[in-house]
């Protein structure tokens, strides 16, 4: 692995290569040096041109936890709200010698163009671009939906994919990075996903996703769901027509309080109920939903530090010179 | 490569017997060093240091009925500790797993099955540093082959074997590379 | 080929003689060229002052006129100039260009277009043909003084505000209206305004997963649908600029059954590129309209073939590499097309044997000529007519390299592409302004008269 720019181009292997190796560094979370040395030595620049404190947070402790040294370089209120581009960006960055490039962008296709570009020589990690992807966030998930199939099935997470999970996503897919990543992720794990959306809120194309697609949630949670994962919502979406009020919105696609109690009535006492956050309560999500034991919000931040660890770890601990050096030749000769 | 047949060029130095024999040895020597099986932990060392590691905890078991077999031996990956990680293509790191006691204040005795230049005991150090503060380390190896690059020796050897570097030991358990049990030396290219 | 300009004539004063060319890719016959227009043809022509070229192999074709080119000049000489982008069209095979009118300032009163012109006749590659904005500054909001560029010394009969969609139904029907006065014309950008705000791609497949704004289809076929009907109430002359989905062939293909004044044009990347080249988030592929879909592509192939679409135009649209080498969505939109319009139509459309040499000379130099009414332009070649040619190695094959193009642009869709076809000589008015496959001298309008 070279970059970790989407889900869509990555493989099983790969991919629960990635869940297996966050499942050993989640335990240095409960060890009592909290920090291993695998990265020492090595400089990780957080690249935000969009603001995510969380994001950038869960990026820095994974880094730390990893002993590399972590560089944020927020694009906001630095050269680059002056006007300086992203080309100029990444060759300062590579003069500075740094060996991964965490970035965010509200460009689509900014991290792609940043490891295909030829300005930087480090590994590249999407931290979210646009309203294409968010890798990290879709393995956190398929991570927290792994251990809890895994319970169920009394099997051992390790080395195990989602074969037979069923995964209901609701809201806003049209602008939203995580509902791509995890529709590629999931396919590659062998769960079945249905998306959850008013017509308005996806995308022209969908029907060629590897998914369902339901416009109607009570429906979907009938047919039966082990993870209900909800999209964040913005409000102002509701300016430009894509539905008619917040009100109308909540009572159609929100995870409410009916809902919540009907998982019980439906017999789906087994159900998880997941949101990358940060959650509007009352819109896509009730609060009595959100803080209920089924929610695993909290699960789902502390997993996205173990799997940033293993993603950075697994970029950057090889001889990643001497696998460039090897491309080159291939691609020279 | 089949591990279950040697090459021309390979001759085998230790068969299962002499396996048996030395980690007995070795179990005894453990035993005597530490004057008795109090707050002893074994830590073996991925892949064929936790095999030896587990038949070690056999042996003193069989010794001293006091000791459970099962709840002293301990898996301790030295993957992200190693000095070598950006000379190497990506290893995944693997499960660390202490016994239910910890390790602060035991006695810990490492297992590995060679040692060679004395890098992966130094990344044992470390990994150990980090989960706690035993009261002594100790090492317990099955094959040592010289060579060493680092300040490091072991405190109990099964055999030691002199070779060149070209040549390469390799350690053949059941548990790990069944059917073999044995020790072979290859002659290297 | 073996010749120079000869030594010690004045350019306006050259002769050649073309040995062996294959008209429209049919007949060998021997060309004579002097005073402006072709002498004479037939076999074993001879002439004692005539540089002679070996046209073995050739085929002569009328020059070529594109209906739409961005000169950038005057406001964006860092992109392009009169001077570099109108010798990018001679070495294409062009005698001929009209500049779209969003310049800096916009080519919107007759100052600006006989400036534009003037550029072109000091430069001398080619005929440099303004085209006048439709309203003021292409804001949509006021109609620019149309009357006034036609009268001027550039003699403007194509009006567009190109860039920009003319969306407002009511200034649409005006100026389509107004423009009968002296026979002009309105091409369209059709560009649903609403429909497109904030568009990056083709909406569709892949804009689904790439999770770019998408252009749909519909922006494009709803304003022509709008535009054939308002050409037919008012019975004028409508032009449909880069026409880019199959929706709009079925459009234009019904109007012209209809009997609506309406001619259509397609762009060379059109006819080849797809939106899947877009998942590289490459910006060299980022064009407007965005390239579209196989389905799109065959039905683009087809409606020239059949005559649906009248024109090939290259929206020749040079950038700086600054306005390229970053995200695809901060990325300016266009691609260069002049230099390799030529080699893209003989690969997607002669060579794939859905038209003829004639038929090329007919959507790159005879229709266009017509649509933009230059007079000297689009000819037969036949003697005694003006000696604007194309010499065509249809045989050539190349590796398009955009550092080693005459424009300033490098926003190439095709570099690295292996293409067939070159331009190994261009006459314009009777000069060659290219020689041997390079530039050779422009013509000298100073010495007319
Ligand atoms: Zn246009």
Redesign the interface.
């Known amino acids: 692995?070279r970059h970790l720019l989407s889900t869509?181009d990555l493989g099983r292997g790969d991919a629960v290569?990635i869940l297996?190796?966050a499942?050993?560094?989640s335990?240095v979370g409960d060890?009592?040096?909290k920090?291993?040395?695998?990265l020492r030595g090595?400089t990780v620049v957080n690249l935000f041109f969009e603001d995510s404190t969380r994001t950038r947070i869960s990026f820095e402790a994974a880094a730390k936890r990893?002993s590399a040294d972590v560089i944020n370089f927020a694009a906001k209120g630095s050269s680059v709200s002056k006007g300086e581009?992203?080309?100029d960006t990444a060759q300062t960055l590579e003069a500075m010698s740094a060996d991964a490039v965490v970035i965010r962008?509200?460009?689509?296709?900014?991290p792609?163009?940043l490891a295909?570009?030829g300005w930087i020589d480090a590994a590249v990690v999407n931290a979210g671009?646009?309203?294409?992807?968010h890798p990290t966030q879709a393995l956190l998930d398929a991570f927290t939906m792994r251990r809890h199939w895994s319970r169920l099935n009394r099997n051992a997470s390790?080395g195990a994919d989602l074969t037979g999970l069923r995964v209901a996503i609701a809201g806003d897919v049209l602008h939203s990075?995580v509902a791509?990543s995890n529709v590629w992720l999931l396919r590659t794990l062998g769960a079945s996903v249905t998306l959850v959306a008013p017509p308005t809120l996806l995308?022209?194309?969908?029907e060629?996703?590897p998914c369902e697609v339901s416009y109607d949630l009570d429906s979907t949670l009938a047919k039966g769901v082990d993870a209900m994962m909800m999209l964040r919502v913005q409000a102002e979406r509701m300016n430009a027509s894509f539905f008619p009020s917040a009100r109308e919105y909540a009572r159609r696609w929100g995870f409410d309080d009916r809902r919540l109690a009907s998982l019980d009535s439906l017999g789906l006492k087994d159900t998880i109920i997941m949101h990358p956050g940060p959650m509007n309560r009352g819109l896509e999500i009730s609060s009595a939903a959100a803080d209920s034991p089924r929610s695993t919000v909290l699960a789902q931040v502390r997993n996205g530090v173990s799997v940033r660890m293993a993603a950075l770890?697994?970029l950057l601990?090889?001889?990643?010179r001497e696998?460039r050096n090897e491309l080159t030749k291939v691609s020279s000769s | 490569m089949s591990t279950s047949s040697t090459g021309p060029t390979s001759r085998v130095v230790l068969t299962a017997a002499d396996i048996d024999r030395a980690l007995t040895r070795i179990a005894h020597e453990i035993l005597e060093a530490n004057k008795g099986p109090q707050d002893l932990v074994l830590l073996g060392i991925p892949r064929r240091g936790y095999p030896l590691a587990q038949r070690l905890a056999r042996k003193l078991a069989a010794t001293d009925p006091g000791i459970d077999p099962e709840r002293i031996v301990g898996l301790l990956d030295v993957t992200m500790f190693r000095d070598d990680l950006s000379r190497q293509p990506t290893r995944a790191p693997g499960p660390t797993q202490l016994p239910s006691t910890g390790i602060d204040n035991k006695v810990v005795v490492l297992v590995d099955d060679v040692l060679y230049s004395g890098r992966t005991i130094r990344a044992a150090l470390d990994a150990i540093v980090d989960l706690g503060r035993p009261r002594v380390v100790r090492l317990a190896v099955l094959v040592d082959r010289g060579h060493r690059e680092l300040p490091i020796r072991a405190d109990h050897v099964g055999k030691n074997l002199p070779t060149a570097s070209a040549e390469k030991v390799r350690v053949r358990l059941e548990e790990t590379d069944g059917p073999a049990n044995d020790v072979v030396i290859e002659a290297g290219e | 080929m073996s010749s120079a300009n000869p030594a010690g004539q004045t350019p306006n004063a050259d002769r050649y003689l073309l040995r062996g060319a294959a008209v429209l890719g049919g007949e060998r016959t021997d060309l004579l060229i002097g005073d402006g227009v072709i002498l004479e043809t037939g076999t074993g022509l001879s002439d004692a002052r005539a540089a002679v070229l070996d046209a073995d192999g050739l085929v002569v074709l009328p020059g070529m006129v594109d209906v739409h080119t961005h000169l950038r000049e005057p406001g964006r000489e860092d992109a392009e100039t009169v001077e570099t982008g109108t010798r990018a069209a001679a070495l294409g095979g062009y005698t001929a260009v009209h500049a779209m009118a969003n310049s800096s300032p916009v080519a919107d009163t007759a100052g600006v277009v006989e400036q534009v012109y003037s550029l072109g006749r000091a430069a001398g590659w080619v005929d440099v043909r303004p085209v006048g904005a439709v309203t003021v500054g292409l804001a949509g909001e006021q109609l620019a003084e149309l009357g006034a560029m036609a009268d001027s010394r550039a003699r403007v009969r194509m009006f567009s505000d190109d860039g920009m969609c003319v969306h407002d139904p009511v200034l649409m029907r005006r100026a389509l209206e107004y423009v009968k006065a002296f026979d002009g014309v309105i091409a369209q950008h059709a560009q649903e305004p609403r429909l497109t705000a904030g568009a990056q791609m083709n909406e569709g497949k892949v804009s689904a997963v790439l999770g770019l704004t998408g252009w749909p289809a519909v922006a494009e076929e709803a304003i022509i649908a709008r535009d054939v009907l308002l050409a037919q109430h008012v019975d004028s002359r409508l032009h449909v600029c880069h026409v880019s989905t199959a929706g709009s062939v079925d459009i234009i293909r019904w109007a012209k059954a209809r009997g609506i004044k309406v001619t259509a044009e397609v762009t060379p990347h059109h006819l080849w590129l797809t939106e899947d080249l877009v998942r590289s988030y490459d910006p060299v592929y980022k064009v407007n309209p965005p390239l579209r879909s196989d389905e799109d592509v065959t039905a683009l192939r087809e409606a020239v073939a059949d005559g649906t679409i009248d024109v090939i135009g290259t929206d020749h649209a040079p950038h700086p590499s600054e306005a390229k080498e970053c995200e695809w969505a901060q990325a300016a939109m266009g691609m260069t097309g002049l230099e390799t319009a030529l080699s893209v139509v003989q690969h997607t459309l002669v060579e794939t044997g859905m038209i003829s040499w004639a038929d090329f000379a007919r959507i790159t130099s005879a229709t266009p000529a017509r649509i933009g009414q230059l007079q000297d332009q689009g000819r037969l070649v036949a003697a005694g007519e003006p000696a604007n040619l194309v010499l065509v190695d249809p045989a050539a094959r190349w590796t398009v390299d955009p550092a080693a193009m005459a424009t300033k642009g490098r926003n190439s869709p095709f570099a690295g592409r292996e293409l067939p076809g070159a331009v190994k000589a261009t006459f314009f008015r009777g000069h060659a302004t290219v020689l041997d496959g390079a530039l050779n001298t422009p013509y000298d309008f100073a010495g007319e008269l």
């Open positions: 692995m869509e290569r297996d190796t499942e050993e560094m335990a060890r009592e040096v920090k291993l040395p695998a090595r990893l581009s992203l080309k962008h509200w460009a689509s296709g900014a792609q163009r295909n570009s671009d646009g309203t294409h992807e390790t990075r791509r995308p022209v194309g969908v060629h996703w770890y697994l601990s090889g001889d990643t696998e």
